[in-house]
């Protein structure tokens, strides 16, 4: 049902059709709704020098809110810009084994992007930047010391980056649609002396927005 909410958001922005031509320079602000894919996993470092061995966890996904703001010049077929960008969703993603369930909470981004205006009214990009996400361990009943002293460090911000694309499209009157991805990693968490945990984020968005 949230794969079909974002596909039908997203087939409305390319079959908008524009009433003239319009450029992707300047200021612009926006408001998105997405789905947020987190892929948390523990891994054994003592196994094949830690590229295998991947213990409890898979991904989760829920929707996401957000919006983003952003400086953009066009010069002739190419465009580039910087953003920042806020989100928030309610993932949990649960690790039986040892009696915690990570939550997802807001998210913070920042970055540039670069592209080619394909049309008057079509703008294809890549990105990349900052990230920066906030995990909270839930522990349940049950849970040991041992078990709860591990995850102490981890209840912060977690810094990573971030890499994706999408495409833009003007509408009229300074708005325009944008559907996107990004692929964020975070820095790994060392749970104990043999394992860590190894956190990805995958980011589908689709935004309607104003161009000042």
């Given at each position: 049902?949230?794969?079909h909410l974002?596909?039908a958001?997203?087939?409305?922005?390319i079959?908008?059709v524009?009433a003239s031509?319009?450029n992707?320079?300047g200021?612009r602000v926006e408001?998105?709704?997405?789905?947020?894919n987190?892929?948390i996993s523990?891994?054994?470092?003592?196994d094949?020098g830690?590229?295998?061995?991947?213990?409890?966890?898979?991904?989760?996904?829920?929707?996401?809110?957000?919006?983003?703001?952003?400086?953009d010049?066009?010069?002739?077929?190419?465009a580039?810009g910087?953003y920042?960008?806020f989100?928030?969703?309610?993932?949990?993603?649960p690790?039986p084994?040892r009696?915690?369930t990570?939550?997802?909470?807001?998210?913070?981004?920042?970055?540039?992007?670069a592209?080619?205006?394909?049309?008057?009214n079509?703008l294809l990009?890549?990105k990349?930047g900052y990230?920066?996400?906030?995990?909270?361990?839930q522990?349940?009943t049950?849970?040991?010391?041992?078990?709860?002293?591990?995850?102490?460090?981890?209840?912060?911000?977690q810094?990573?980056?971030?890499?994706?694309?999408?495409?833009?499209?003007?509408?009229?009157?300074?708005?325009y649609?944008?559907l996107?991805?990004?692929?964020?990693i975070?820095?790994?968490?060392?749970?104990?002396?043999?394992n860590?945990?190894?956190?990805?984020?995958?980011?589908?968005?689709?935004?309607?927005?104003f161009?000042?």
């Open positions: 049902m949230k794969a974002l596909a958001a997203g087939a409305i922005l079959a908008a524009p031509a319009q992707f320079s200021p408001g998105r709704v997405g789905i947020d987190s892929n523990i891994k054994d470092q003592r094949f830690g590229r295998g061995a991947f213990s409890s966890g898979s991904t989760a996904s829920d929707l996401s809110i957000g919006g983003e703001a952003g400086f010049i066009e010069t002739g077929a190419l580039f910087a920042v960008g989100d928030t969703s309610e993932n949990d993603e690790f084994d009696r915690v990570i939550e997802t909470g807001r998210s913070l981004t920042a970055g540039a992007r592209g080619f205006v394909v049309s008057p079509v990009y890549a990349g990230s920066n996400t906030r995990f909270r361990p522990f349940t049950g849970a040991t010391a041992a078990q709860i002293a591990a995850f102490n460090g981890f209840e912060r911000n810094d990573g980056f971030h890499l994706g694309g999408g495409a833009e499209f003007a509408v009229r009157d300074g708005f649609g944008r996107d991805y990004a692929h964020h975070f820095d790994d968490y060392q749970v104990d002396a043999n860590e945990l190894s956190i990805r984020r995958n980011h589908f968005t689709a935004s309607i927005g161009r000042f």
